[in-house]
RNA sequence: GGGCCCGUAGCUCAGCUCGGUAGAGCAUCUGGCUUUUAACCAGGUGGUCGUGGGUUCGAAUCCCACUGGGCCCGCCA
């Protein structure tokens, strides 16, 4: 194979009358006698191959009376315009790459249902190259922030994924056994945070990692149990340094990919221009409901699920505080949106603000309405956090499953003092969706979770 | 977990209101056609109607349960 179709239609003036050579699958066929003309599919996209059965070999012959839409052909042939005006490969040689066994769905309606298309992600990939051209985007935008962070001088690691005790977030996690090692309960990480702060503890200075977590909950179109994110630790920085770092990162990405700071995303302009909105949300809820949520013990907050109707299975002050977020703010986060300085109660591994002890030093930032990346001034001091998982622990114990558990291990890595450093979780999935206009995030996960079918309902073709 | 919608040929769909032998287009196979663009013309093959139960002389169609999917809500960094 020498040339992709959309090299040898880009190139044509320069192509037309050389020899090429492509390869791809037979997408359709028009058979007219003596001569067939086939759309030949690859990566790139399509082209025409214009075959005259007097230009073939006898084996080249042989191959296209048994050819069918669906198989995989090589063409070799001079690059030319049929009389139509189409660019097309005029075949010399024909050869069958790989035969199907099966029919391909419909050439004009394709491939349609949403189920079949991610059961049956192959046969989606082949009749809608638009979703080959998502995950380009989505392999585009992970470069993109590997780049940005090795340009930082960081460097790439791995930690486990099946821990012992897990944490960094709140979550329900997914258990497993692990036999050998007396069939001890092991976790699926929920994030990765607690072993990356043991590396800065340790001296690595600038560490990320591209990071599958896995949270224990209902799939909808923002959410995946399963989902990537890339967490990154800067020692010496602050959440400040990192809304920098993301507005250049994003801006960037946008315009080398879309040769603009402006996206269309579902009907509206999202604006990728620094500098990003800051919408300090605890003042916006004060000045909006007369409410400080910073300091809001747990009777208020019971209150105020009562009166706001937020029905909260726990109405204490941190689920009331999000909840207030998502009624009366969230909404306002279409433009790329830093959310900033959250209640301290909130944040059980940040730093306080300086100046306000009742808050913390963290941000969230926003886009298209959705929480693409969470960072802040991390915690340093093992003293204030031991009492903060002392904090989470209690409120485990009054119900709610998702605190986090106590981690012992890493209150004595952080016993031996650690550097002051910004944290950041940039999310991978909704960026992606932003930029390729998608609005569920199962278009832009390759597999998403399905639920198993009972036996024999395959695509089974008989 | 709650609500609404959906599941008929490999694909895209009609048939269901009002029960009476399972349909179309594309694909596939056979024949014709040497510049087509969803090529065209003629003929053929292809179905546990998501699954199970009920009503009925008779169910794709009516009823119940289950199952899979989509959207919305709830939950969810």
């Not at 003596?34 to 191959?49: E, H, L, M, N, V």
Request: net charge negative.
């Amino acid at each position: 194979m020498t040339h992709h179709a959309q090299e040898i239609k880009d190139g044509f003036s320069r192509l037309e009358g050389k020899e090429v050579s492509i390869a791809g699958r037979a997408m359709q066929m028009r058979q007219m006698g003596g001569i067939t003309f086939i759309d030949i599919q690859d990566r790139s996209g399509k082209i025409q191959a214009l075959i005259r059965n007097n230009d073939l070999d006898p084996k080249s012959l042989l191959v296209l009376t048994h050819a069918s839409i669906g198989d995989n052909l090589g063409i070799r042939g001079m690059v030319m315009k049929s009389k139509r005006g189409e660019i097309s490969v005029g075949a010399k040689e024909i050869t069958m790459l790989s035969k199907t066994l099966r029919t391909l769905p419909n050439k004009w309606h394709g491939l349609t249902d949403t189920e079949a298309r991610y059961r049956y992600r192959h046969l989606d990939l082949m009749m809608n190259q638009e979703v080959l051209r998502t995950f380009e985007t989505r392999s585009k935008f992970m470069r993109h922030v590997r780049d940005t962070l090795d340009s930082r001088g960081a460097i790439e690691v791995e930690t486990p994924i099946l821990q012992d005790v897990y944490g960094g977030a709140k979550a329900k996690p997914f258990t497993t056994v692990y036999h050998t090692l007396d069939d001890k309960q092991m976790y699926l990480r929920i994030s990765d945070e607690l072993y990356l702060k043991r590396l800065i503890i340790g001296g690595a200075e600038r560490v990320y990692e591209v990071s599958k977590d896995f949270r224990n909950e209902d799939a909808d179109t923002t959410h995946n149990p399963e989902f990537t994110q890339i967490e990154y630790y800067e020692a010496y920085s602050d959440y400040e340094a990192f809304m920098k770092m993301m507005e250049e990162m994003l801006s960037s990405f946008a315009l080398k990919t879309f040769g603009s700071t402006k996206v269309e995303y579902q009907g509206e302009t999202i604006d990728f221009t620094p500098p990003f909105a800051r919408m300090y949300w605890v003042d916006e809820l004060k000045k909006m409901l007369g409410v400080d949520v910073s300091k809001m013990s747990d009777e208020v907050a019971a209150r105020i699920n009562e009166i706001e109707k937020l029905g909260l299975k726990h109405p204490d002050p941190y689920h009331v505080a999000d909840s207030l977020f998502d009624k009366y703010l969230k909404g306002k986060t279409l433009q790329p949106t830093f959310v900033l300085d959250f209640p301290a109660f909130m944040c059980p591994l940040t730093k306080v603000k300086r100046g306000n002890p009742l808050l913390a030093e963290r941000f969230e930032l926003y886009v298209g309405r959705m929480e693409v990346a969470n960072s802040y001034s991390e915690l340093t001091d093992p003293i204030y956090q031991r009492k903060m998982f002392e904090d989470q622990e209690r409120e485990r114990k009054k119900g709610d499953e998702e605190a986090p558990p106590f981690d012992e291990d890493f209150l004595d890595a952080i016993e031996y003092g650690m550097p002051p450093t910004a944290g950041i979780g940039i999310s991978i999935d909704r960026p992606v969706m932003v930029f390729t206009n998608q609005t569920s995030i199962k278009e832009v996960i390759l597999f998403p979770p399905m639920k198993s079918l009972p036996p024999n309902e395959g695509t089974g073709d008989k």
